[in-house]
């Protein structure tokens, strides 16, 4: 079956610190791959994708890279901010008809001055 | 362009009482979704729709009914409700490129 498996939280760093968020998956064919961002109170927002190996998603500073040979979807920023602190959550689109989309349990991130 | 809209923000009901969790979307897509979020477990994926008039099942949908009589509007309804079913639910929709677009959530209390 399909699923993610992400790096357990909460994560504080300092403000400047670089980050990294694990993320794994378990698909059965060539899922399209997503980091989402959830802000409190709010909904989630797409943060970045990568539709096929070895393709690197990137957005405000934040970067990913598919890896189909360690079946992993990281997620990077050099320098992080307060205004980053969030919960950020890995996410894959079902490999076969791309309708149902699987998310990991989320990652929350405090970023302190 | 309001995106994904959903009503009420929030809700408390008592067990075995029935109620609609209102989604709607301006952007013409045709794919649509609930999920429910609970602590630790991330989404997970209640029904969706690729369709007016077409729905299915995800992975939690006991307890849950769903409808696509327009594009633009996607129903949850919970027919008799349970503690179990307390949780924060949001709607999403998108259309080719996979980009899921969320709404603000619904937080729902069962007594």
């Known amino acids: 079956g399909n699923s993610v498996t992400q790096m357990e939280g909460p994560v504080t760093l300092s403000e400047e610190a670089f980050l990294t968020i694990n993320c794994t998956y378990t698909?059965?064919?060539?899922?399209?791959l997503f980091w989402y961002v959830q802000y409190p109170g709010e909904g989630l927002q797409l943060l970045l994708k990568?539709?096929?190996?070895?393709d690197k998603g990137s957005n405000k500073g934040f970067e990913a890279t598919y890896r189909k040979e360690t079946t992993s979807f990281h997620l990077e920023k050099g320098s992080v901010q307060v205004s980053d602190s969030a919960v950020y959550f890995c996410?894959?689109?079902?490999?076969?008809?791309?309708?149902?989309?699987?998310f990991g349990t989320g990652t929350s991130l405090t970023v302190i001055p | 362009n309001a995106g994904v809209t959903q009503t009420p923000k929030f809700q408390v009901l008592k067990t075995g009482q029935s109620m609609t969790l209102q989604c709607a979307q301006d952007?013409?897509?045709?794919?649509m979704s609930w999920y429910r979020q609970d602590p630790g477990m991330g989404l997970r994926l209640i029904h969706y729709s690729v369709g007016a008039g077409i729905t299915d099942q995800g992975e939690v949908p006991n307890g849950y009914n769903v409808s696509r009589s327009t594009t633009e509007d996607f129903p949850l309804r919970l027919l008799s409700a349970a503690p179990s079913q307390t949780s924060v639910y949001f709607c999403?929709?998108?259309?080719?490129?996979?980009?899921?677009?969320f709404g603000p959530g619904t937080r729902l209390t069962v007594l």
């Open positions: 952007m013409n897509h045709e794919y």
């Open positions: 999403a929709s998108w259309g080719s490129y996979n980009e899921q677009f």
């Open positions: 990568a539709t096929k190996a070895d």
């Open positions: 698909a059965t064919g060539y899922p399209s």
């Open positions: 996410a894959l689109s079902d490999p076969d008809t791309g309708n149902q989309f699987y």
